[in-house]
């Protein structure tokens, strides 16, 4: 509450109480399961095998997905930092690392579908929609609220969730 108002001093003193009464947050992550296994991400998640191929083309991907019109929505990052730092902290949450380990791994024709334990953010929502435009692919990505259906550049949402 204190960070979406931008009272960051409150902010830190709320996430150091938290950390003082072991209160612990759940980390964002998403699943995507190809030929019977889970592959799970985090966000900054450097641990997968394929780790290096993942960003890069992610990198690459989010440069053509620029030329298309999208942008970073930097609204959902809760921290006091500058504007370049926040699309740092957006660029590799972990549906996008998941939904880019299936593009890699799977043919056009093939529906990716990622699972997510919270909801999805506006950036990542923005994301997908312009990638399953781009690259003409069904993405389906469940969190914690509902099933989001990204196909042609539209989600089954109306971009209301």
């Known amino acids: 509450?204190?960070?979406?108002?931008?009272?960051?001093?409150?902010?830190?003193?709320?996430?150091?109480?938290?950390?003082?009464?072991?209160?612990?947050?759940?980390?964002?992550?998403?699943?995507?399961?190809?030929?019977?296994q889970v592959h799970?991400?985090?966000?900054?998640?450097?641990s997968h095998p394929q780790d290096t191929e993942i960003y890069t083309y992610l990198d690459e991907l989010i440069g053509r997905l620029k030329e298309i019109g999208y942008t970073y929505d930097v609204t959902p990052?809760?921290?006091?930092?500058?504007?370049?730092?926040?699309?740092?902290?957006?660029?590799?949450?972990?549906?996008k690392l998941a939904v880019v380990y299936g593009i890699i791994h799977t043919t056009s024709e093939m529906p990716i579908r990622v699972m997510k334990n919270l909801r999805v953010c506006t950036d990542c929502h923005n994301f997908i929609k312009y990638t399953s435009e781009l690259l003409h692919r069904e993405i389906i990505v469940r969190d914690i609220h509902r099933f989001h259906h990204f196909k042609h550049g539209h989600c089954s949402c109306g971009d209301y969730w």
């Open 1 to 36: 509450m204190c960070a979406t108002s931008e009272r960051w001093e409150e902010a830190a003193k709320m996430r150091s109480l938290m950390q003082q009464r072991r209160v612990n947050k759940v980390p964002g992550q998403s699943w995507i399961q190809l030929k019977n």
């Open 40 to 46: 799970t991400f985090v966000m900054g998640d450097r």
């Open 77 to 95: 990052v809760m921290q006091d930092v500058e504007e370049e730092q926040r699309e740092v902290l957006l660029g590799y949450h972990s549906e």
